[in-house]
Structures are given as structure tokens and as C-alpha cells.
């Protein structure tokens, strides 16, 4: 179906059950979010929140909580949309087969953004805080937009085609903001709208933005999208929305037709308040920093608008869709832009960017008596240099030899690396570099380390499944070891106080498993504050283990030592404590979670998802 607007998304979802609407009045401060929580736990539907107090907008949640409605959205032009995608990669495929592909050419010029004259009929303006203020998590610094559709031009080649529109968080409310004039836009300088912003203060002007808000879901997944080379975000959400972006000039900043919102301002050069706290992707807060202020011009909504938001936090998350939606879409991109690749994961389960999985090829060493890593740490430096996959922290790469290996089965390819890896060898590090921002692991704020786990071959060990017996004779404060996965021991260590002290503790540690003798079947330890926590299921591992830990600086090794520059170890040992840098993880308010519950009893209107939680 191809939806004009938000409502009749809802409309539909509603008439095919995948939408409730939630009659009680809600609360925007904490409860619609804990609501959502709460039914995204479950597998629920989407959520219509009628009565938002202190707004006269509805809102909507929970739209993509499931692959399976997200691709039900999307149901009369996933097929077309894949095509002309797959056409961007591989444009042979159109020659080779002209009549399968003799539709596609129709849907790519029904996706073409389309002009009109002024300001859309069914628009007013409002303020910023008409709309339904929502803020998700205890210590967030106030509002913000968790769907934005943040929309910039080029300076030096203005026009919608070469326009960048972005999913950068925005703050409506808190801080030093001055209400309903001024709010926060929070992204990094190498994103579109940063090199917009550059360019622009080059010039010494103010760079004019827009954030779109809700209109056809097709534009809210438009703003995560990595497109190929050439096709520009408008026209992508045209063109999975089966009609054309319409939009208008207003006062000199673009205005979206479809959009339920649309807040315009202007950016000037180094202008900048303190944004945040905000409850993240990778299940922390991300602190209080200096980011881009965007002076409000003009807010409009449309008549009866919907607000459509989500809840960030530990994944998996709603936007975890997002993720799987986008790899069907352009699973082959990372093929054609890195020779060599078969399969890149990031995994959801560490945070997305603090973890990388990956298969490629090897064939440089085919006549060496023993295989070792070559072309793949070609593939892996490729892989760290490109779009968001150069925010990993750790990747873990192999290439297929005589079994097939599967990068999204995250145990199965763990397994195969550590079988296979030399760890005198394979661990390739680079310090003193670039991780995500909203990873407070470093060393500061976009600063840490990378480091590469690169295996192939034939095993060169049998990973034991049992606590080896030299992690029962450790020293005082390290006890409680349980095994993980197979050749992956957690290790319960004391409360992390500073680096000094960790020299110290590291030397009692490998000299205590050094004396026990070889401990070649365990090649991977891992110490945190709660073996119990960490080994109750093996996404609290990925979770705490990679979210937690800093490579240059939480990398130790039984039998460790550097010849000609290059660091290995026998055993790797993963130091994934929290430590005092490092930013708190969310939790919920229980209060509200406790409040909430109104709602799902047999009266509620949620009363239908008691029995699922």
C-alpha cells in the first residue's frame, strides 16, 4: 500500500491488527516511554497514543518493532526498491536483462522529489513545546526527537538532489536551551550535515536546516539509510513510499508536504550549548558535550499530526529493524565497495559499532604449508576505513576454507576465529584513533583503540567447554569462573580503580595461570565485575564485554610480549570491568515501570500484551 501520510499508516496497521490505540491519558515524561518498553519487550504491535498530556498531537511508537510489520509497511515497493537499489551496484544486470528490469526505470521517475508553491493548506504554525515533549530515561537532559528527519544543503551546490537528510538526534528542551528559540542537534563533523556546516562557516554564514518530523514511515527510514553513490535520500524515500517527496521553499528553508512536523532554524559557526545526557544505542547515557545550536526560525505541524518516536537503549531495540531492514536492502553494497568481502555483521548485541564480524577471501598464501591471515587483513583495514564500519572496536575476521562460516552466526564464527588463531600472531592493533562518540570505553570523547582478530586454516586447537583448572588457583579477588562459550572463560575480578593499578593486578594474574601450565583450549579470558551477570546469556557477554573495554588499553595476555613491534600473547585476557570513566548504563525509573501497569490489566487498553511479557 502506498501511504500519503502517518495516519493512514495507522489507519492500516490498525484495521490489520498491528496497532493498538491507547486511550488513557499518558504522561510524556518517562511513562509513554516505559509503555513502549514494555510492549516492544513482548513482540507487541504498534502503539497510538491518543491522549498526550500537555499536547493536543497524538503519537506513535513501536512502528518498526518487528521485521515483520516493518516489511508489511513496506509491502508493494520492497521488490522495486531492492531492484533499483541492486541496479546502483550493478547496473549490468539492466543490459543483460532489460525485460525483467523494464519496471524499474518506471519506479525510480516516480521517485523523483516533486516542487510545489508555498506552505501546504493543512499546515499551522506552533512552538516547539506543542509538541508532545517526550523524554525516555531518567537522567536525559529533557525532550528530544528520537525519529528526526534533519534535512541540510549544500552550500556549494544547493538544491534537494545534492541535500543530505539525516537521523541526528534532537533536543528540544532542558540544559541552557532557551525555550521554544533555540534546541540542540547532536551528530559527528564527518556526517553530511557536518560537511554541510563546514562549508557554510567557511563562507560565514548560518547553515539553514529543517527537521522533518513523521509523514510516510518510507522518510523516517530514509534518514538512516547508506546509500549507493548517486541516489539521494529524497528520492529513496520516494521511491519506497511509491510516490514523489513533495516539498516547498518557505522563508528560504525547505519545508516537507508530507511531513506531520517540520522545524526550520539556522546553525552558525561555532555556536554551540551543552547537549545531553541522552539514553543511547550501545545502553548508556551519552554525557553532557558541546554540540551544534540551532536557532528555531518557524515550527509547523500538520492539522490532526502524529508524532512518531522510539525508545533508545540496550538492544535489541526498535531500532534493531532499522539494522535488519537496511541489510535486506543493500546487503550486497559492502560486497561492491570492498573487493573481497563476502559478509560484514555488526552485531546488535555488543551496541552495533563496538563489534564487527566479517568473512572475506584469502587467497594470496594458496602453496604456503601453513595458511596464515594475509588478504584479509587487507579486507580489514578496508573494512575500518569505511562509513560507520571505521567505528568498530573489535573485529573478528575469517575467510571460508574447507567449511562454510556464517557472520551472523555470532557463537559459530567466535568458535571458528578462536580454533584457528595464532595469538602470538593474528592480533593486529591500532591505538591512539577514531571509535563511535556515544562509546565512553577510550580513552576520551571519539578517541580509543581498534583491534583485529584475523584467523584462517586449519584449527590449531579444541576450544574445552569446562572451567580449566588453572583459573581455579588465581589470587585474592579473582573467583566465580564460568564458562561463556567454548574456549571462552568469564573471570569475576575486584572493582577496577585505576590503569596503575591494573599493571599490577595483570602481573599477579598471568604469573597465577602461567604456573598452572599451558592453557592453549581456553584461549580467550574475559574478567568483569559479575560472572553471574556477564555468563547468564551470551548477550550479556557481547554486551558488557565489548560495550565495556578499550583494545590499547584492556588487552592483556598470558605469556605476553612484543617482538619486532608486534604485540601476542598465548591467552587473551579482555578486561571488561566498568570503569570510572566510563558512562552509566540505563535503568529504569521502577516507580513508572510499576505506574504503568494500569495499562495492561484486563480494563487497559493494553491488556491484550499481560500474557505475552
Same mark, same amino acid.
Given at each position: 500500500?502506498?501511504?500519503?501520510?502517518?495516519?493512514?499508516?495507522?489507519?492500516?496497521?490498525?484495521?490489520?491488527?498491528?496497532?493498538?490505540?491507547?486511550?488513557?491519558?499518558?504522561?510524556?515524561?518517562?511513562?509513554?516511554?516505559?509503555?513502549? /518498553?514494555?510492549?516492544?519487550?513482548?513482540?507487541?504491535?504498534?502503539?497510538?497514543?491518543?491522549?498526550?498530556?500537555?499536547?493536543?498531537?497524538?503519537?506513535?511508537?513501536?512502528?518498526?518493532?518487528?521485521?515483520?510489520?516493518?516489511?508489511?509497511?513496506?509491502?508493494?515497493?520492497?521488490?522495486?526498491?531492492?531492484?533499483?537499489?541492486?541496479?546502483?551496484?550493478?547496473?549490468?544486470?539492466?543490459?543483460?536483462?532489460?525485460?525483467?528490469?523494464?519496471?524499474?526505470?518506471?519506479?525510480?521517475?516516480? *521517485?523523483?522529489?516533486?516542487?510545489?508553491?508555498?506552505?501546504?493548506?493543512?499546515?499551522?504554525?506552533?512552538?516547539?513545546?506543542? /509538541?508532545?515533549?517526550?523524554?525516555?530515561?531518567?537522567?536525559?537532559?529533557? *525532550?528530544?526527537?528520537?525519529?528526526?528527519?534533519?534535512?541540510?544543503?549544500?552550500?556549494?551546490?544547493?538544491?534537494?538532489?545534492?541535500?543530505?537528510?539525516?537521523?541526528?538526534?534532537?533536543?528540544?528542551?532542558?540544559?541552557?536551551?532557551?525555550?521554544?528559540?533555540?534546541?540542540?542537534?547532536?551528530?559527528?563533523?564527518?556526517?553530511?550535515?557536518?560537511?554541510?556546516?563546514?562549508?557554510?562557516?567557511?563562507?560565514?554564514?548560518?547553515?539553514?536546516?529543517?527537521?522533518?518530523?513523521?509523514?510516510?514511515?518510507?522518510?523516517? /527510514?530514509?534518514?538512516?539509510?547508506?546509500?549507493?553513490?548517486?541516489?539521494?535520500?529524497?528520492?529513496?524515500?520516494?521511491?519506497?513510499?511509491?510516490?514523489?517527496?513533495?516539498?516547498?521553499?518557505?522563508?528560504?528553508?525547505?519545508?516537507?508536504?508530507?511531513?506531520?512536523?517540520?522545524?526550520?532554524?539556522?546553525?552558525?559557526?561555532?555556536?554551540?550549548?551543552?547537549?545531553?545526557?541522552?539514553?543511547?544505542?550501545?545502553?548508556?547515557?551519552?554525557?553532557?558535550?558541546?554540540?551544534?545550536?540551532?536557532?528555531?526560525?518557524?515550527?509547523?505541524?500538520?492539522?490532526?499530526?502524529?508524532?512518531?518516536?522510539?525508545?533508545?537503549?540496550?538492544?535489541?531495540?526498535?531500532?534493531?529493524?532499522?539494522?535488519?531492514?537496511?541489510?535486506?536492502?543493500?546487503?550486497?553494497?559492502?560486497?561492491?565497495?570492498?573487493?573481497?568481502?563476502?559478509?560484514?555483521?555488526?552485531?546488535? *548485541?555488543?551496541?552495533?559499532?563496538?563489534?564487527?564480524?566479517?568473512?572475506?577471501?584469502?587467497?594470496?598464501?594458496?602453496?604456503?604449508?601453513?595458511?596464515?591471515?594475509?588478504?584479509?587483513?587487507?579486507?580489514?583495514?578496508?573494512?575500518?576505513?569505511?562509513?560507520?564500519?571505521?567505528?568498530?572496536?573489535?573485529?573478528?575476521?575469517?575467510?571460508?576454507?574447507?567449511?562454510?562460516?556464517?557472520?551472523?552466526?555470532?557463537?559459530?564464527?567466535?568458535?571458528?576465529?578462536?580454533?584457528?588463531?595464532?595469538?602470538?600472531?593474528?592480533?593486529?592493533?591500532?591505538?591512539?584513533?577514531?571509535?563511535?562518540?556515544?562509546?565512553?570505553?577510550?580513552?576520551?570523547?571519539?578517541?580509543?583503540?581498534?583491534?583485529?582478530?584475523?584467523?584462517?586454516?586449519?584449527?590449531?586447537?579444541?576450544?574445552?567447554?569446562?572451567?580449566?583448572?588453572?583459573?581455579?588457583?588465581?589470587?585474592?579477588?579473582?573467583?566465580?569462573?564460568?564458562?561463556?562459550?567454548?574456549?571462552?572463560?568469564?573471570?569475576?575480578?575486584?572493582?577496577?580503580?585505576?590503569?596503575?593499578?591494573?599493571?599490577?593486578?595483570?602481573? *599477579?594474574?598471568?604469573?597465577?595461570?602461567?604456573?598452572?601450565?599451558?592453557?592453549?583450549?581456553?584461549?580467550?579470558?574475559? /574478567?568483569?565485575?559479575?560472572?553471574?551477570?556477564?555468563g547468564a546469556s551470551f548477550d550479556n557477554f557481547l554486551w558488557a564485554g565489548f560495550t565495556r573495554s578499550n583494545p590499547s588499553h584492556d588487552i592483556h595476555g598470558v605469556?605476553?610480549?612484543?617482538?619486532?613491534?608486534?604485540?601476542?600473547?598465548?591467552?587473551?585476557?579482555?578486561?571488561?570491568?566498568?570503569?570510572?570513566?566510563?558512562?552509566?548504563?540505563?535503568?529504569?525509573?521502577?516507580?513508572?515501570?510499576?505506574?504503568?501497569?494500569?495499562?495492561?490489566?484486563?480494563?487497559?487498553?493494553?491488556?491484550?500484551?499481560?500474557?505475552?511479557?
Amino acid at each position: 500500500m502506498t501511504y500519503r501520510s502517518m495516519q493512514e499508516c495507522i489507519t492500516d496497521l490498525e484495521n490489520a491488527g498491528h496497532l493498538i490505540r491507547i486511550t488513557e491519558e499518558v504522561d510524556p515524561n518517562l511513562e509513554m516511554a516505559a509503555i513502549h /518498553l514494555r510492549a516492544f519487550e513482548s513482540g507487541g504491535p504498534a502503539l497510538y497514543f491518543e491522549n498526550v498530556k500537555g499536547s493536543k498531537y497524538g503519537a506513535v511508537s513501536n512502528l518498526f518493532g518487528t521485521i515483520e510489520r516493518s516489511k508489511y509497511i513496506f509491502r508493494d515497493t520492497w521488490e522495486s526498491t531492492q531492484e533499483v537499489i541492486g541496479l546502483r551496484n550493478e547496473p549490468m544486470k539492466a543490459l543483460k536483462q532489460p525485460h525483467r528490469y523494464a519496471g524499474t526505470g518506471f519506479a525510480a521517475r516516480k *521517485a523523483l522529489p516533486i516542487k510545489k508553491n508555498g506552505l501546504p493548506a493543512d499546515f499551522e504554525e506552533v512552538r516547539i513545546s506543542d /509538541l508532545p515533549m517526550i523524554k525516555s530515561w531518567p537522567n536525559d537532559g529533557g *525532550a528530544f526527537v528520537t525519529l528526526p528527519q534533519v534535512y541540510s544543503e549544500d552550500p556549494d551546490k544547493p538544491g534537494v538532489m545534492n541535500a543530505n537528510l539525516g537521523m541526528y538526534r534532537i533536543q528540544l528542551s532542558g540544559n541552557d536551551y532557551e525555550q521554544d528559540r533555540e534546541i540542540g542537534v547532536h551528530y559527528q563533523i564527518h556526517r553530511g550535515i557536518g560537511v554541510h556546516q563546514s562549508k557554510a562557516a567557511k563562507r560565514g554564514q548560518p547553515l539553514k536546516v529543517s527537521c522533518f518530523i513523521g509523514g510516510p514511515p518510507a522518510h523516517t /527510514l530514509s534518514a538512516v539509510m547508506p546509500l549507493p553513490e548517486g541516489l539521494s535520500e529524497l528520492t529513496f524515500a520516494g521511491l519506497l513510499s511509491g510516490r514523489h517527496f513533495r516539498y516547498s521553499y518557505v522563508d528560504g528553508y525547505c519545508v516537507s508536504h508530507d511531513a506531520d512536523f517540520v522545524i526550520t532554524g539556522e546553525i552558525y559557526p561555532d555556536e554551540t550549548k551543552p547537549e545531553g545526557p541522552f539514553g543511547d544505542h550501545l545502553g548508556y547515557y551519552s554525557l553532557v558535550h558541546e554540540f551544534p545550536m540551532m536557532r528555531v526560525h518557524k515550527v509547523y505541524a500538520k492539522k490532526n499530526a502524529v508524532y512518531p518516536f522510539t525508545v533508545v537503549g540496550r538492544p535489541p531495540q526498535e531500532d534493531t529493524a532499522f539494522g535488519a531492514l537496511i541489510h535486506e536492502l543493500t546487503g550486497g553494497a559492502v560486497k561492491q565497495e570492498i573487493p573481497g568481502v563476502k559478509e560484514v555483521h555488526a552485531v546488535d *548485541a555488543a551496541g552495533v559499532h563496538p563489534l564487527l564480524l566479517a568473512v572475506g577471501s584469502e587467497r594470496y598464501t594458496p602453496y604456503q604449508p601453513v595458511k596464515r591471515p594475509a588478504e584479509i587483513l587487507t579486507i580489514a583495514n578496508r573494512i575500518l576505513g569505511t562509513g560507520q564500519l571505521s567505528l568498530a572496536k573489535y573485529l573478528f575476521i575469517t575467510a571460508e576454507d574447507d567449511i562454510p562460516v556464517n557472520a551472523h552466526d555470532i557463537q559459530g564464527l567466535f568458535a571458528h576465529v578462536l580454533e584457528r588463531i595464532d595469538l602470538q600472531r593474528d592480533l593486529h592493533f591500532q591505538t591512539n584513533t577514531t571509535i563511535d562518540t556515544l562509546d565512553y570505553s577510550g580513552t576520551g570523547l571519539n578517541s580509543g583503540s581498534k583491534v583485529i582478530f584475523a584467523a584462517v586454516g586449519k584449527p590449531i586447537r579444541k576450544l574445552t567447554t569446562e572451567v580449566p583448572a588453572a583459573l581455579e588457583y588465581l589470587p585474592k579477588g579473582f573467583s566465580h569462573p564460568v564458562m561463556s562459550m567454548p574456549g571462552v572463560a568469564l573471570l569475576q575480578a575486584p572493582a577496577f580503580t585505576d590503569y596503575d593499578t591494573v599493571e599490577s593486578e595483570m602481573e *599477579a594474574l598471568t604469573k597465577a595461570i602461567e604456573a598452572q601450565g599451558p592453557l592453549d583450549d581456553c584461549p580467550m579470558i574475559v /574478567l568483569c565485575d559479575d560472572t553471574e551477570f556477564m555468563g547468564a546469556s551470551f548477550d550479556n557477554f557481547l554486551w558488557a564485554g565489548f560495550t565495556r573495554s578499550n583494545p590499547s588499553h584492556d588487552i592483556h595476555g598470558v605469556h605476553a610480549g612484543y617482538r619486532h613491534k608486534h604485540w601476542g600473547c598465548d591467552n587473551v585476557i579482555i578486561d571488561a570491568r566498568t570503569k570510572p570513566h566510563q558512562a552509566p548504563p540505563l535503568v529504569q525509573d521502577p516507580d513508572m515501570t510499576a505506574h504503568i501497569e494500569r495499562l495492561f490489566t484486563p480494563s487497559g487498553s493494553l491488556g491484550i500484551l499481560r500474557a505475552k511479557r
